[in-house]
C-alpha cells in the first residue's frame, strides 16, 4: 500500500533562517506531488507541483521553492524565512487527479 | 479556471440533526469533485468523491454528496450528525487531473 511522510511535525524558526520540509512517498511510481499551505481561516493553498523529476509548477510567487530530486521525494525550502511563512504545511500525492493522498502536516512557526 | 466556494465558514448543528455543508464549484470542464475532512493538526482524509456515473456518492462515516451540474454544486450532507463529525470540511475539485483546488473550508460544530 502506498505511504506518505512529511517531517518534522513541528517546527520553530527564527526570522530569516532557511527552510528544509521533506515529503516522501512509498509504494508507487511517477506520482504527481504537491505543496500546500493551510493558514488559519484561509483555507488550502497550492503553492507548488510536480509532475515528475525535475518538474515544479509554482501556483503562488513568494518566498519559498520546491525541489524534486527523486521520483518520490518532494522538498520545500526557504532561504530567509519571514514572519508570514507561518502556517500550516501539507504534502500531497495522486494519480491522474481521483484522489490526493495526504501527509500529516508540519506546523510551521516563524518567530 | 477552477475555483471551489464553501458557504459558511463555521457550522453549528444537535447531535442527531441533518448536517448540511454547502460547495458550489466553477469549472470549464465536466469536474471531478471531492469531500475531504480535517482533524486538529493533521492531513486531509478523503471522505468521497465525483468522478463519472452515478450523481449521488456515498462515503465514509455516513455522509454522502450529491453532483448537481445545472446548479454546480456538490453539497455534503449526513442524516444524524454525531460527536465526531465534528471537524473542518472541506471541499475540492480536480480538472485537468494533475491539479487541486480547495474551498476555504467550513468548521462544523456538534452541540450535545
Known amino acids: 500500500s502506498q505511504t506518505i511522510h512529511q517531517w518534522p511535525a513541528t517546527l520553530v524558526q527564527p526570522v530569516g533562517s532557511p527552510l528544509s520540509l521533506e515529503c516522501t512517498v512509498e509504494g508507487t511510481s511517477n506520482p504527481n506531488l504537491y505543496w500546500y499551505r493551510q493558514a488559519a481561516g484561509r483555507g488550502l493553498q497550492l503553492l507548488f507541483y510536480?509532475?515528475?523529476?525535475?518538474?515544479i509548477s509554482s501556483e503562488v510567487p513568494q518566498n519559498l521553492s520546491a525541489s524534486r530530486p527523486q521520483d518520490r521525494q518532494f522538498i520545500l525550502s526557504s532561504k530567509k524565512l519571514l514572519l508570514s511563512d507561518s502556517g500550516f504545511y501539507l504534502c500531497?500525492?495522486?494519480?491522474?487527479?481521483?484522489?490526493?493522498?495526504f501527509g500529516q502536516g508540519t506546523r510551521l512557526t516563524v518567530v | 479556471a477552477q475555483s471551489v466556494t464553501q458557504l459558511g465558514s463555521h457550522v453549528s448543528v444537535s447531535e442527531g440533526a441533518l448536517v448540511l455543508l454547502r460547495c458550489n464549484y466553477s469549472s470549464s470542464v465536466p469536474p471531478y469533485l471531492f469531500w475531504y475532512v480535517q482533524y486538529p493538526n493533521q492531513g486531509l482524509q478523503l471522505l468521497l468523491k465525483?468522478?463519472?456515473?452515478?450523481?449521488l456518492v456515498k462515503g465514509i462515516n455516513g455522509f454522502e454528496a450529491e453532483f448537481k451540474k445545472s446548479e454546480t454544486s456538490f453539497h455534503l450532507t449526513k442524516p444524524s450528525a454525531h460527536m465526531s463529525d465534528a471537524a473542518e470540511y472541506f471541499c475540492a475539485v480536480s480538472e485537468s487531473g494533475n491539479q487541486f483546488y480547495f474551498g476555504t473550508g467550513t468548521s462544523l460544530t456538534v452541540i450535545p
Open positions: 510536480s509532475v515528475g523529476i525535475g518538474q
Open positions: 465525483y468522478t463519472t456515473g452515478a450523481t
Open positions: 500531497a500525492w495522486s494519480h491522474g487527479g481521483l484522489e490526493a493522498f
